[in-house]
């Protein structure tokens, strides 16, 4: 029964705190969403330019 009422309390607190979230707008989702896309599509520019640099360095190696 302990067990019962521990989790109980926990679900309670965690509900409790879930009310205090301020959560972002529409707006502020699309934004940030673009901004992390945008990263994504420049670093993976950025490792295949390295990837192919160094497949040719170790190409001429070997």
Same mark, same amino acid.
């Given at each position: ?23 972002? $707008?529409?707006?502020?989702?699309? $934004? ?11 670093? &993976?520019?950025?490792? &295949? ?9 170790? $190409?001429?190696?070997?």
């Amino acid at each position: 029964m302990n067990l019962i009422k521990n989790a109980i309390q926990f679900f309670r607190e965690a509900y409790y705190e879930l009310t205090k979230v301020t959560w972002l $707008g529409k707006k502020e989702v699309a $934004g940030t969403t673009f901004v992390v896309v945008v990263f994504v599509i420049i670093m &993976s520019i950025f490792v &295949s330019f390295v990837d192919i640099i160094l497949g040719r360095i170790l $190409g001429v190696i070997l």
